[in-house]
């Protein structure tokens, strides 16, 4: 009897989907290469077609076996255990978790490290569940003071600046102190 | 061999500043390898414009060091945090981790400070008596067809090992192996997969993928046990292994330093492939198959034995032949060349002591993981007590940091957030990462040394496996590969 849940569908679909836009693609830099007769295309679509018969070959063991683990399989970790949401905040705060990190990659550019990086460090403290004011305030800055003396101070190394003001400005104002300090010090 | 090896430790040791360098190298590959969220690799890329004004020795050589002490400490995060400093450190935390959530992560990180100085020191002392002989061996014994056979077999041995079926295993595989098709063909050098992103042309960068994949990924899994309650703090142990628990180990411990050794010297294979082949060989020969993944020293000390054992053998065919074995080793090309000078053959004769202060390096830097280490480990593990909630930002800003120097791109960034989210969904729906990440590495070297090889014989598959290391590799690999199917589809039946 089949064991074939709706999501293991949308798992082979999802694969499949992946395969066919992948192929697709391919077909832009279908150039013959003079020198090697499989060209650009020959070892991608390789991959994609034992990946669509390793697809199918799971394919058949969701529907026999459904999420059953094989039995002898080595350095499985406990991600696997059945993870279930009793309220929908929960599913809200893991939705934030997953997001915050992509509005903070995509502000570095206009807003740059020096200014981002403090609002983003209170924001995850607070959503991983601390709600003493005094605690995110103390780590927040103890966390951005730490990483500016190793990564500015101490290894000059070059963090994105922002290309709007006044984020820009702070950025100036940050690497002017750091130089000062490596003057002052002779670094 | 001993004469020069006691005039390169004296050059080292004659010169305060050659010391600071290498305690400097020691301490911060240690620390950049044990730190969640950045590597050696990061602290390599923001030390190599410093390198310029450095004497060429003493620039290889700092990079020899960070090279040996990182890949130790990368083990540290693996077995702590379930975060690996290293792809090579990612089979180490098939046990590791489940040690530490056993209480027994002083044991776990104890075993992994001997081996891989067991391991490193063994390497070291083999590479400085035989680079010579054993890069002339490598380059009449080994070409395209042996490596593409052998990244094959370990293809192979990965896939068999993490996801939940086989068949995830594979996927896992192959879907790394697609990742790396993104950017330029290796032959003929033409764009593929870009989407529009010029910054693709050159592929998914390495250092983003994996601290995606590994890093972030781990940090949603544990924030998302956090949000429903389900979070569990590791257990703080310092109990580490005793001499008989070791002892009972030997066999895999000299197993794996051939594993290492044999992985490392081949060009652009390296210490990670040498950790899975290491770790699947203890699995191979194991009486106790059911017992690795669940918490067994053995996992823990096949895997970090080998990763280090491939740190001395990586060196010889980045300084005899002038290949590097991987990203580490690469950079160190990028040292040579800022002192116009060509890692290869001449070298030895242009050069003799910057190679001798570099092997004597790397023996000392292997030695002192053994001291400084088993210090170093009773601090780090304190690790452990910081809360969640603070130690969360700080990996995920580590992580975005070491993504972003490699090239200066915030789309390196963003591909990093990418990748952990897409690592955290197929870790729930129980995929590989460390399969995933070993087909990103292999894949642009597979593919380069299929079409290599493949000119090489005409296209004609019976001379490609008239190579007997070939085919012995090829053989091994489609034997590891039948078996799999075979047990699996006998399982789906049943």
Same mark, same amino acid.
């Given at each position: 009897?089949?064991?074939?849940?709706?999501?293991?569908?949308?798992?082979?679909?999802?694969?499949?989907?992946?395969?066919?836009?992948?192929?697709?693609?391919?077909?832009?830099?279908?150039?013959?290469?003079?020198?090697?007769?499989?060209?650009?295309?020959?070892?991608?679509?390789?991959?994609?077609?034992?990946?669509?018969?390793?697809?199918?070959?799971?394919?058949?063991?969701?529907?026999?076996?459904?999420?059953?683990?094989?039995?002898?399989?080595?350095?499985?970790?406990?991600?696997?255990?059945?993870?279930?949401?009793?309220?929908?905040?929960?599913?809200?705060?893991?939705?934030?978790?997953?997001?915050?990190?992509?509005?903070?990659?995509?502000?570095?550019?206009?807003?740059?490290?020096?200014?981002?990086?403090?609002?983003?460090?209170?924001?995850?403290?607070?959503?991983?569940?601390?709600?003493?004011?005094?605690?995110?305030?103390?780590?927040?800055?103890?966390?951005?003071?730490?990483?500016?003396?190793?990564?500015?101070?101490?290894?000059?190394?070059?963090?994105?600046?922002?290309?709007?003001?006044?984020?820009?400005?702070?950025?100036?104002?940050?690497?002017?102190?750091?130089?000062?300090?490596?003057?002052?010090?002779?670094? | 061999?001993?004469?020069?090896?006691?005039?390169?430790?004296?050059?080292?040791?004659?010169?305060?500043?050659?010391?600071?360098?290498?305690?400097?190298?020691?301490?911060?590959?240690?620390?950049?390898?044990?730190?969640?969220?950045?590597?050696?690799?990061?602290?390599?890329?923001?030390?190599?414009?410093?390198?310029?004004?450095?004497?060429?020795?003493?620039?290889?050589?700092?990079?020899?060091?960070?090279?040996?002490?990182?890949?130790?400490?990368?083990?540290?995060?693996?077995?702590?945090?379930?975060?690996?400093?290293?792809?090579?450190?990612?089979?180490?935390?098939?046990?590791?981790?489940?040690?530490?959530?056993?209480?027994?992560?002083?044991?776990?990180?104890?075993?992994?400070?001997?081996?891989?100085?067991?391991?490193?020191?063994?390497?070291?002392?083999?590479?400085?008596?035989?680079?010579?002989?054993?890069?002339?061996?490598?380059?009449?014994?080994?070409?395209?067809?042996?490596?593409?056979?052998?990244?094959?077999?370990?293809?192979?041995?990965?896939?068999?090992?993490?996801?939940?079926?086989?068949?995830?295993?594979?996927?896992?595989?192959?879907?790394?192996?697609?990742?790396?098709?993104?950017?330029?063909?290796?032959?003929?050098?033409?764009?593929?997969?870009?989407?529009?992103?010029?910054?693709?042309?050159?592929?998914?960068?390495?250092?983003?993928?994996?601290?995606?994949?590994?890093?972030?990924?781990?940090?949603?899994?544990?924030?998302?046990?956090?949000?429903?309650?389900?979070?569990?703090?590791?257990?703080?142990?310092?109990?580490?292994?005793?001499?008989?628990?070791?002892?009972?180990?030997?066999?895999?411990?000299?197993?794996?330093?051939?594993?290492?050794?044999?992985?490392?010297?081949?060009?652009?294979?390296?210490?990670?492939?040498?950790?899975?082949?290491?770790?699947?060989?203890?699995?191979?020969?194991?009486?106790?198959?059911?017992?690795?993944?669940?918490?067994?020293?053995?996992?823990?000390?096949?895997?970090?034995?080998?990763?280090?054992?491939?740190?001395?053998?990586?060196?010889?065919?980045?300084?005899?032949?002038?290949?590097?074995?991987?990203?580490?080793?690469?950079?160190?090309?990028?040292?040579?060349?800022?002192?116009?000078?060509?890692?290869?053959?001449?070298?030895?004769?242009?050069?003799?002591?910057?190679?001798?202060?570099?092997?004597?390096?790397?023996?000392?830097?292997?030695?002192?993981?053994?001291?400084?280490?088993?210090?170093?480990?009773?601090?780090?593990?304190?690790?452990?007590?910081?809360?969640?909630?603070?130690?969360?930002?700080?990996?995920?800003? =580590?992580?975005? @940091?070491?993504?972003? $120097? %490699?090239?200066?791109?915030?789309?390196?960034? *963003?591909? +990093?957030?990418?990748?952990? /989210?897409?690592?955290?969904?197929?870790?729930?729906?129980?995929?590989?990462?460390?399969?995933?990440? =070993?087909?990103? @590495?292999?894949?642009? $070297? %597979?593919?380069?040394?299929?079409?290599?090889? *493949?000119? +090489?014989?005409?296209?004609? /598959?019976?001379?490609?496996?008239?190579?007997?290391?070939?085919?012995?590799?090829?053989?091994?690999? =489609?034997?590891?590969?039948?078996?799999?199917?075979?047990?699996?589809?006998?399982?789906?039946?049943?």
């Amino acid at each position: 009897m089949s064991k074939l849940k709706v999501s293991h569908i949308v798992e082979t679909s999802v694969w499949i989907v992946i395969i066919a836009v992948f192929f697709a693609f391919s077909f832009e830099f279908d150039q013959e290469i003079e020198i090697y007769i499989f060209g650009a295309t020959g070892w991608p679509r390789a991959v994609l077609g034992i990946l669509l018969l390793v697809v199918l070959g799971n394919f058949f063991h969701l529907y026999k076996k459904g999420s059953e683990e094989q039995q002898g399989r080595i350095g499985i970790t406990d991600d696997d255990e059945v993870i279930s949401y009793e309220s929908f905040r929960s599913v809200q705060k893991l939705v934030a978790i997953l997001l915050l990190p992509f509005i903070y990659a995509w502000s570095l550019k206009p807003v740059g490290f020096y200014s981002a990086t403090p609002i983003f460090i209170a924001l995850v403290i607070m959503l991983l569940g601390e709600k003493r004011a005094k605690w995110i305030l103390a780590n927040t800055l103890f966390i951005y003071f730490l990483i500016i003396l190793l990564f500015m101070v101490l290894l000059n190394a070059p963090l994105p600046q922002g290309n709007v003001s006044p984020f820009y400005d702070f950025s100036a104002f940050m690497l002017t102190i750091n130089t000062k300090l490596h003057q002052s010090f002779n670094f | 061999m001993i004469d020069n090896f006691l005039a390169g430790s004296l050059a080292l040791f004659g010169d305060p500043f050659s010391i600071s360098i290498f305690v400097f190298g020691v301490v911060g590959g240690m620390l950049f390898g044990a730190i969640p969220g950045v590597s050696m690799l990061t602290l390599a890329a923001i030390l190599l414009p410093f390198t310029a004004n450095l004497d060429p020795a003493q620039g290889v050589m700092l990079f020899a060091v960070i090279y040996c002490t990182g890949t130790y400490g990368g083990a540290i995060t693996a077995i702590l945090f379930n975060i690996p400093g290293a792809p090579e450190n990612a089979p180490t935390a098939f046990d590791g981790y489940p040690m530490t959530r056993n209480g027994q992560s002083g044991k776990a990180v104890g075993a992994a400070v001997l081996c891989s100085a067991i391991g490193g020191i063994t390497s070291a002392v083999v590479m400085m008596a035989a680079t010579e002989p054993l890069a002339n061996w490598a380059i009449s014994n080994i070409g395209p067809p042996e490596i593409f056979a052998l990244v094959f077999f370990g293809l192979a041995v990965a896939s068999s090992v993490g996801g939940r079926t086989l068949w995830k295993g594979w996927i896992s595989v192959l879907c790394g192996l697609l990742i790396a098709t993104i950017g330029q063909d290796p032959v003929g050098g033409i764009n593929r997969y870009n989407f529009g992103f010029a910054d693709l042309a050159a592929g998914i960068a390495f250092v983003p993928a994996i601290l995606g994949f590994f890093a972030v990924s781990e940090i949603f899994v544990q924030a998302e046990k956090k949000a429903i309650g389900k979070y569990v703090a590791p257990e703080l142990s310092l109990d580490f292994p005793t001499i008989l628990e070791l002892w009972i180990n030997k066999i895999a411990v000299v197993r794996s330093i051939i594993v290492g050794f044999f992985c490392g010297i081949l060009p652009g294979i390296g210490a990670t492939l040498a950790a899975f082949m290491g770790y699947g060989e203890a699995v191979r020969w194991s009486k106790n198959k059911e017992e690795f993944g669940k918490g067994k020293l053995e996992g823990v000390i096949s895997s970090e034995t080998a990763n280090n054992a491939a740190t001395g053998a990586a060196m010889i065919p980045l300084l005899a032949l002038g290949l590097p074995g991987g990203a580490m080793t690469a950079l160190m090309v990028g040292v040579f060349q800022m002192h116009d000078l060509e890692p290869g053959p001449m070298v030895f004769y242009n050069s003799p002591d910057l190679i001798w202060i570099v092997f004597a390096a790397m023996f000392y830097a292997n030695l002192s993981i053994l001291f400084i280490g088993l210090i170093e480990t009773k601090t780090i593990l304190y690790l452990l007590k910081i809360p969640f909630q603070f130690l969360a930002p700080m990996i995920l800003l =580590l992580s975005s @940091i070491g993504s972003y $120097i %490699g090239r200066g791109l915030v789309l390196d960034v *963003m591909i +990093m957030f990418g990748a952990g /989210i897409i690592g955290f969904l197929l870790r729930r729906s129980g995929y590989s990462i460390p399969g995933i990440v =070993l087909g990103i @590495i292999l894949g642009k $070297i %597979g593919e380069q040394n299929f079409a290599q090889g *493949m000119q +090489m014989v005409h296209y004609d /598959i019976v001379e490609y496996l008239s190579r007997p290391i070939c085919l012995l590799l090829i053989v091994a690999g =489609l034997l590891t590969l039948l078996t799999g199917v075979y047990r699996a589809l006998s399982f789906s039946m049943k």
